[in-house]
């Protein structure tokens, strides 16, 4: 025990000494977790519109009024003519703009109605879509205010209810899909430099001559990484709850359980590809490249997998970020036990395992 705290004690001052691997586990996670939580939101906010008034008569202008109260919405200076929109939609001046016709004041109460047309740039679909959706909806609540008693003989009103994220909150999405992202990178990334830096610098042979077991030597490499990553998490989740205005509606506990046991699948990879690796370029290049691009793609939290073609959907079950991914969503976001996760948990205790278990028997012994 003596000789595993000793080498524990010495992975410390190489992660302490080195100011690049102390960027990438302390600096990367709080960029990450700030821009995925501030500037990366599904939310569509403050999109500038363009407003042609032919109408200029009460009705367009509080309609006007209704759309600059809305926090989705920046109106720019009124539109001329139609030939002047088209030009700002091409120069990239508005996404979308709003056409009242003249007399449209008076066509309220006709039978026929009146109209008002939209113009969405639908070179981002999606984007175009939810606008369509925000100005039609703004329109129709001022409809019925305007007449409120005009109702159909028969008429179906939805009730809407959002669960789990009532005030629509866009971060609560992307915090567990970073959280998974971090953990893959960073415990991954630094983990896998770790044996292969030790062929590196010549301390390989210290190592295989001393009475140490090749296990404990992988254990001494990964409890540091095991330990900063969980401090990492505490940081994370602080940043979450006072920056971001998360609630932690799970148990914390739980939480903690199942973000050790995805560290540790995450440390297990690491230390396989370290074993199987002759550099640390290329340890680098499989862990960060290899790892961060399929969690970011194939865990769901910016993509949908339901969307994604089946290949992508079966690939995605490789992954263990998929399932940390669904525990966090599970516990944190939607107050869930352990009755509910317990097959994610399996899959990664089953993952942590295997990858474990191979790690162990790519540890050579000897040099060649």
Not at 112 to 141: C, K
Not at 171 to 195: D, H, R
Request: proline share 5%; glycine share 4%; net charge positive.
């Amino acid at each position: 025990m003596k000789q595993l705290l000793a080498f524990i004690q010495k992975e410390f001052y190489h992660v302490f000494r080195d100011r690049r691997t102390l960027l990438i586990l302390f600096g990367l996670p709080v960029v990450q977790i700030v821009l995925f939580g501030f500037a990366l939101s599904s939310e569509v906010k403050n999109i500038s519109i363009a407003i042609l008034d032919n109408a200029h008569d009460v009705r367009s202008e509080q309609i006007i009024s209704k759309i600059s109260a809305s926090a989705y919405f920046h109106i720019k200076r009124p539109a001329l003519n139609y030939r002047e929109i088209e030009q700002r939609f091409k120069e990239g001046d508005i996404k979308c703009a709003l056409l009242f016709p003249p007399g449209f004041g008076s066509d309220v109460y006709h039978p026929g109605g009146a109209e008002v047309q939209i113009i969405a740039d639908a070179s981002d679909p999606n984007t175009a879509t939810t606008l369509t959706n925000y100005l039609t909806s703004v329109i129709n609540d001022y409809q019925q205010q305007l007449n409120p008693a005009s109702k159909p003989v028969y008429q179906i009103i939805p009730e809407v209810r959002l669960l789990y994220n009532e005030e629509q909150n866009g971060s609560l999405n992307f915090i567990p899909g970073v959280i998974a992202l971090i953990f893959m990178i960073v415990s991954t990334a630094l983990t896998s430099v770790s044996v292969v830096r030790e062929k590196e610098m010549g301390t390989m042979e210290i190592l295989l001559v001393s009475p140490f077991k090749p296990i404990m030597v992988l254990i001494a490499k990964a409890i540091p990484y095991l330990v900063l990553s969980l401090v990492n998490f505490i940081i994370i989740l602080l940043l979450s709850v006072f920056l971001l205005n998360v609630e932690i509606k799970g148990s914390i506990a739980l939480i903690f359980a199942e973000s050790i046991l995805f560290i540790i699948t995450c440390l297990s990879l690491g230390l396989l590809i370290s074993n199987i690796t002759a550099s640390q370029q290329t340890a680098m290049l499989i862990s960060m490249m290899g790892m961060m691009l399929p969690t970011m793609l194939l865990t769901g939290f910016m993509f949908p997998l339901e969307n994604m073609p089946w290949i992508f959907r079966a690939l995605s079950h490789i992954l263990p970020s998929r399932y940390y991914y669904n525990i966090i969503k599970a516990v944190m976001l939607k107050g869930l036990g352990f009755s509910f996760v317990w097959k994610e948990t399996l899959i990664l205790l089953g993952m942590a395992t295997v990858l474990l278990t191979l790690a162990l028997k790519n540890f050579k012994i000897r040099l060649s």
